[in-house]
């Protein structure tokens, strides 16, 4: 990941402290402590973000932009202060490179259908990983039916690791764009990001990172990426659904025909013609989630208060205790063993089906995801119908960690 | 955890480590898809009728417990039925995994199946229970359709 300061012992996380800030964690599920481990799917949210969305609607609201009256006027400011929150988080050049979507999955459609359908033609190529998500898999589908272009996949290894060699030589003189995830939802592999947009950017490709799963775990630093797009959800990152970023690099951006028509994204509008607004405005028609965008701002605030550092530390202790726990199991298989991972526990048990120890597991109070996590060909990869996946965030524990593993001892039980 | 043994019967548990009638039939006259997309549950089932009796079943894929155990047992229960009695242990059988309506627990005509009434406590479980059954259906129907538990 790209939060440094590896060689500075990050001071340790509080986690009693931060567990009193997610009202959601103090409760009982089927007369169990509630332990939470799929935050990979969507985070819970701090105190501190559903107060400022409350009381955003409570003092602030109003719709934004050309608004001359106050609540207006106040309304703007605190969707720009959002803007501008993500472009630090993200370090990006300007706020204008930030475009609020409605999520990772639009930020991706957006790149594909505007970007996408002005360089990609006939015989074209777009190259992505065997790890993506399907929302990283099948926009880029969509626009190779529609050109005639070919979507071509970057194998990875048993670990579940980018073969990297591989990918470089499928990087073709035909190669339009690289869409890569930058941390893996079904495996938790990290990929070589920087690796990555330095091969492609010495043969002038574009390169768009999925960012969902990696934006909780750390600082993101773009420009040191040297990306040409990073996309990443609110909602993962402790923040409320509804609202997503794309980062684009702003040449790039003011290249691109506008992605939906509609009230905001225009500078004029006649019946013969319309022209339209700057960057970011260009892609932003209609009205936006106006408070997601402020609870987004707030939960940056939320973890940049708590530190991406210690935030890394906390989980990286959680990832190397649990992997411990799992793998002294007999009969589990962790699928999504790379060097370098995120949070991520994904594993099958022999003889027992994934949706029966997400039944199982339930019944203890513990959340777990199980199924495809919208990755299938990952699961063909690995020949695996489905996976049970823990994933763990700041507020995760030792102790729920051990919660885990009795719970899958227990199936195993019950089913030998 | 008594709901989970409820879930998990002996029976249920069985039948998923040694499903019966697990293959398919050569030259059957009766075929269908099923497909559960919440976890990715695939099966197979193949029939042959004997004028208006299941003469065989049998099914294969690869699911959960609850999916491949009432696979199993779905294929024990139909054989030797008429289409009209299996249409209608179809009905009986659904009603006892949904609890839609006052159907016992237990109640006569559904034989072993009742073993599958601990379902109707984990509703995000009924599509495992009667994604065979649906896929025997259309099966039977003559469609051409992937079986889903819509």
Request: aromatic letters at 6%; one cysteine or more.
């Amino acid at each position: 990941m790209t939060a440094s300061n590896e060689q500075m012992p990050a001071p340790s996380l509080d986690v009693d402290r931060i567990r009193r800030d997610f009202p959601i964690l103090r409760q009982q599920s089927h007369g169990h402590p509630l332990v939470f481990l799929d935050s990979a799917a969507s985070a819970q949210k701090p105190q501190q973000v559903i107060d400022a969305m409350s009381e955003f609607y409570s003092r602030d609201y109003a719709n934004i932009h050309r608004g001359v009256y106050e609540l207006s006027q106040r309304a703007t400011q605190a969707f720009e202060a959002a803007r501008e929150k993500v472009r630090a988080f993200l370090n990006a050049g300007a706020a204008r490179e930030i475009v609020f979507v409605r999520g990772t999955t639009e930020a991706i459609n957006l790149v594909a259908m505007t970007h996408g359908r002005e360089h990609v033609r006939a015989g074209d190529e777009i190259l992505i990983t065997a790890m993506e998500h399907h929302s990283n898999i099948v926009p880029w589908q969509l626009l190779c039916e529609d050109r005639g272009a070919n979507l071509v996949v970057a194998p990875i290894d048993d670990d579940g690791a980018l073969m990297l060699g591989e990918f470089e030589k499928l990087l073709s003189p035909r190669t339009r764009m690289v869409a890569v995830t930058h941390v893996s939802n079904a495996l938790g592999s990290v990929n070589p990001v920087r690796e990555i947009t330095r091969l492609a950017r010495e043969r002038g490709v574009p390169v768009l990172i999925d960012g969902a799963q990696a934006v909780p775990h750390g600082r993101i630093d773009v420009r040191e990426l040297d990306c040409d797009f990073y996309a990443f959800s609110s909602h993962k990152l402790f923040g409320p659904t509804g609202i997503g970023v794309l980062y684009g690099r702003s040449e790039l951006l003011e290249s691109m025909p506008p992605y939906q028509g509609g009230g905001e994204m225009i500078l004029t509008v006649s019946f013969e013609k319309s022209t339209w607004a700057e960057i970011p405005h260009k892609f932003e028609a209609g009205t936006p989630d106006i408070a997601a965008a402020v609870g987004l701002g707030a939960a940056l605030d939320y973890l940049g208060e708590i530190g991406f550092d210690r935030i890394a530390a906390h989980e990286r202790d959680l990832l190397e205790y649990g992997t411990a726990l799992l793998e002294a199991i007999p009969g589990l298989r962790l699928i999504g063993t790379a060097a370098d991972k995120a949070a991520v526990l994904s594993f099958v048990l022999d003889g027992v089906h994934p949706h029966d120890v997400g039944t199982i597991l339930d019944q203890e109070g513990i959340a777990v995801r199980t199924g495809h996590h919208c990755a299938q060909p990952v699961m063909e990869r690995f020949e695996v119908p489905a996976t049970t996946r823990a994933s763990v965030a700041l507020y995760n524990t030792r102790a729920e960690l051990d919660a885990l593993a009795r719970a899958i001892v227990k199936t195993q039980e019950m089913f030998a | 955890m008594s709901e989970l043994r409820e879930l998990y019967q002996s029976v249920i548990l069985d039948h998923n480590k040694h499903p019966r009638n697990f293959g398919e039939i050569d030259g059957a006259s009766h075929y269908a898809d099923g497909f559960n997309p919440l976890c990715g549950d695939k099966i197979h089932v193949t029939l042959t009728l004997e004028g208006d009796i299941v003469k065989s079943v049998a099914f294969t894929g690869a699911g959960c417990a609850i999916s491949t155990a009432s696979a199993s047992l779905m294929t024990e229960s139909i054989k030797g039925k008429t289409v009209a009695q299996v249409m209608q242990l179809f009905d009986s059988f659904h009603e006892l995994v949904t609890g839609d309506t006052k159907i016992e627990v237990g109640a006569p005509g559904l034989g072993k199946l009742a073993v599958f009434g601990g379902v109707r406590e984990f509703p995000v479980r009924v599509k495992c229970a009667t994604l065979a059954w649906h896929t025997m259906k259309s099966a039977l129907e003559g469609s051409d359709e992937i079986a889903k538990t819509e």
